[in-house]
Structures are given as structure tokens and as C-alpha cells.
């Protein structure tokens, strides 16, 4: 295991890095072109009154069981949702709509839903559906939360279909230009690993230089997933490294189950330099160029050089949960897409999650650069 480790403590310990990341967020833009997929959901929120907290509302569950419970809510109606819409929003929330994006997923079955065209619209330059979403109840916790899901539509996002919905010519149009290409929720769509592998190796055979995209991969929720479907997945991320740069993001949780899968022993493990140890342990077996895992408190990069880990900007009480991750994923393709290195890759990723949960808002790649600033000297609110 690669023991060249980095762990900053708290915004203070960055002090040196601070300036130059926020000198790169605020540089001028180069035109970025890329991809985003491949779901779609319509989540409908719930937010949990009594009880509020995950902690309390377990054992209140398990001494109901075989009876009944009734538990005080607020439902807060129907979003657009899905890791890859929320995703894409915020990667175009962040570059303020100065970057070629075009969407691919489940979001309508031969039309897009009125729910993701009035979402997606003014965000992104082509949509294309590959069939009708699928839904999630999201139980919204002070702590956490928990999604419900009918993933039933999943199955139809498959390769063929993307070829019959995009076509040939025009995908590859987007391939050549593409610099980046977001790519998240594995777990959910049995499919999409076949889509994964076939983009890598339509980059190569259109002679797309080699590490030239940005190829931002998070899994998701993969605990139902058999493990030869985790196998199969592994060796797909060799291929696909071998085309482009690759992030393969994990939260905690996930990160436990695939440090597990691959025989380490990490679960319940929270401490920052257990966590480093666990983004090294995975880095270190499977063939991607950066591994990045993102607790609630801080984020890591186990990349070429290293494993880093940076704090968060800590929100006691979050506005909102539910598209953190995908915040915090948006933030660090942008960072990459701007030449920041491992450090200010996911502290740009913590900047952005730490905005988006504070206000329910995407940040802009200013208003990250002004988060951290007001971070680094202790004027940081719980609101924005």
C-alpha cells in the first residue's frame, strides 16, 4: 500500500494551498465539451419531523415491528432527480452555463418528462431520453437520509438504446469534442457498465488522444449488485483508464463495501487516516488514476503521487442533503478540468458540496473561490 500520505487537519494546515486554488476557480474559462448520464429519477421528499435524526428513528422502527408506527413528516413534493441530472445541473451551475454539456438518460420514454425539461433545459445543450424514469422516495434526516426506489425502468438504459436514441455519427461527433464525461450511478442501472466500456473504446478508435478526457465515475449505491458484476466492473475500469483520466468516487459507505470486496478490513472505520489508508488500499487494486472517497467531514485523493485528505467546511445543520455528493462530484471534474492537482481537486469538491447544502443552490466556481476564503478566515455561516 502506498504510504506516501497527506492529511490535512483543518483549513489552517492549507493555508499555503488556499490562494492558488482560488487564483485557478477564477481564472478565465476555456470551453469545455462533454457528456453526462445515464439516470434519471423522480424523487419525492420527504423531510422526517418526529423522529428528525436517523439515530432515533431506527430503534423506533425496530420496537414497531409486527404492530405499526406513525411518524410526523413534511412532504416537500416532487424534483427532478437522479446522480446524473443532478450531476450535470451543477457541473453547468458551476462553469454559469460556459461549458458544452449534452445529457443522456432516463428521463422520458420518447419524449423528455415536463419535470426534466423545465430542470434541464436552460442548463445543458442537448438532451437525449433512453426511457421513463425511475422514482425514489427520499427520507430526509438531520443526520442522513434514506432513498426508496423503484428502479424498474432501469434496466431499459442500455447501450443499444443510446445508439437507437443518439445515433452513430452524432455520438461520435460529441466523443471528438468531448473533454469530459460524467458518468455516475452504476449501482442502479445493471446496464451501464456496457455504456461505460463502449464510450472508452469509441474514443480510441477515433483516435481521441489518449488521457485527454476527463472521465468522472461514481458508483453510487452498488450493495445489490452481485459480486461478478463488481468483477466485470474492475476490469472495465482498466479499459477505460487506459483511454482517459479517471475519478472513481465513493462516499463512505460505499467505499467500506468496495474496500470489503476487495479484502481489506475498513468498515466502521472513520478516522482521517484510516480513510486515507482505505483510498490507497482501493487505488492500489484497481486500475484508475484517482480514487476519491467523500465522508460527511472531509474528502480523499489516492492518486499517482500519494493520498491526500483535506477537512470539509462542516454544515451541523444542512438546508438540504440529497445532491451533496453530486456537488461535491461536479466540483471535482471542474477542478480537474481546470488543471488542479489532487489537493485542490476535492478541496474544490468540499467547496462546492459545503455551498450547495448550505444554501440548496449549486455554486459557481466565484462563489466556491468565496467560500473558501470566508472558510480559511472563520467567517464561514451555516446559511448562505
Known amino acids: 500500500m502506498n504510504s506516501n500520505f497527506t492529511i490535512y487537519k483543518n483549513i489552517e494546515d492549507l493555508s499555503d494551498r488556499v490562494e492558488d486554488v482560488r487564483k485557478c476557480l477564477t481564472a478565465p474559462l476555456d470551453n469545455f465539451s462533454g457528456l453526462c448520464g445515464f439516470d434519471g429519477f423522480i424523487d419525492t421528499f420527504?423531510?422526517?419531523?418526529?423522529?428528525?435524526?436517523?439515530?432515533?428513528?431506527?430503534?423506533?422502527?425496530?420496537?414497531?415491528?409486527?404492530?405499526?408506527a406513525s411518524f410526523r413528516v413534511k412532504n416537500k413534493g416532487d424534483k427532478f432527480g437522479g446522480n446524473g441530472p443532478l450531476f450535470a445541473g451543477a457541473l453547468s451551475d458551476i462553469f454559469e452555463r460556459n461549458i458544452n454539456l449534452s445529457y443522456i438518460g432516463a428521463i422520458g420514454k420518447d419524449k423528455v418528462t415536463p419535470l426534466f425539461e423545465n430542470a434541464l433545459k436552460d442548463k445543458v445543450d442537448n438532451i437525449y431520453t433512453l426511457a421513463e424514469p425511475a422514482h425514489s422516495d427520499c427520507l430526509e434526516f438531520s443526520d442522513g437520509k434514506i432513498m426508496l426506489n423503484d428502479l424498474s425502468s432501469c434496466a431499459e438504459v442500455t447501450w443499444e438504446r443510446l445508439l437507437e436514441v443518439v445515433g452513430s455519427d452524432k455520438l461520435d461527433e460529441h466523443?471528438?469534442?468531448a473533454d469530459y464525461i460524467g458518468a455516475v450511478n452504476w449501482g442502479k442501472l445493471e446496464n451501464v457498465g456496457e455504456i461505460w466500456k463502449n464510450i472508452?473504446?469509441?474514443?480510441?478508435?477515433?483516435?481521441?488522444?489518449?488521457?485527454?478526457?476527463?472521465?468522472?465515475?461514481?458508483?453510487a449505491e452498488f450493495e445489490q449488485r452481485p459480486p461478478k458484476d463488481i468483477t466485470e466492473?474492475?476490469?472495465?475500469?482498466?479499459?477505460?483508464?487506459?483511454?482517459?483520466?479517471?475519478?472513481?468516487?465513493?462516499?463512505?459507505?460505499e467505499a467500506w463495501e468496495m474496500g470489503e470486496f476487495?479484502?481489506?478490513?475498513?468498515?466502521?472505520?472513520?478516522?482521517?487516516?484510516?480513510?486515507?489508508?482505505?483510498?490507497?488500499?482501493?487505488?492500489?487494486?484497481?486500475?484508475?488514476?484517482?480514487v476519491i472517497i467523500h465522508p460527511n467531514d472531509g474528502a480523499i485523493c489516492a492518486g499517482e503521487e500519494g493520498t491526500v485528505y483535506v477537512p470539509g467546511p462542516y454544515c451541523k445543520e444542512p438546508?438540504?442533503?440529497?445532491?451533496?455528493?453530486?456537488?461535491?462530484?461536479?466540483?471535482?471534474?471542474?477542478?480537474?478540468?481546470?488543471?488542479?492537482?489532487?489537493?485542490?481537486?476535492?478541496l474544490t469538491g468540499v467547496c462546492a458540496s459545503g455551498h450547495f447544502v448550505r444554501s440548496g443552490n449549486s455554486p459557481s466556481l466565484k462563489e466556491m473561490s468565496?467560500?473558501?476564503?470566508?472558510?480559511?478566515?472563520?467567517?464561514?455561516?451555516?446559511?448562505?
Open 370 to 384: 468565496s467560500l473558501l476564503k470566508n472558510w480559511q478566515s472563520g467567517k464561514l455561516p451555516e446559511r448562505l
Open 175 to 177: 466523443l471528438q469534442e
Open 262 to 290: 476487495l479484502g481489506g478490513e475498513f468498515r466502521g472505520k472513520k478516522a482521517p487516516e484510516d480513510v486515507t489508508k482505505l483510498a490507497s488500499f482501493i487505488k492500489e487494486k484497481i486500475d484508475v488514476d484517482k
Open 233 to 253: 466492473l474492475i476490469e472495465t475500469l482498466s479499459l477505460i483508464t487506459n483511454q482517459t483520466t479517471t475519478m472513481l468516487s465513493f462516499n463512505l459507505k
Open 46 to 68: 420527504i423531510r422526517m419531523e418526529d423522529p428528525s435524526s436517523m439515530k432515533s428513528f431506527g430503534p423506533r422502527v425496530l420496537a414497531a415491528a409486527g404492530i405499526a
Open 200 to 219: 472508452a473504446l469509441r474514443l480510441s478508435e477515433l483516435k481521441v488522444p489518449e488521457k485527454k478526457v476527463h472521465f468522472f465515475m461514481d458508483l
Open 319 to 346: 438546508l438540504i442533503s440529497t445532491g451533496a455528493g453530486d456537488n461535491f462530484g461536479a466540483g471535482c471534474l471542474a477542478a480537474s478540468l481546470k488543471g488542479l492537482d489532487d489537493t485542490g481537486i476535492i
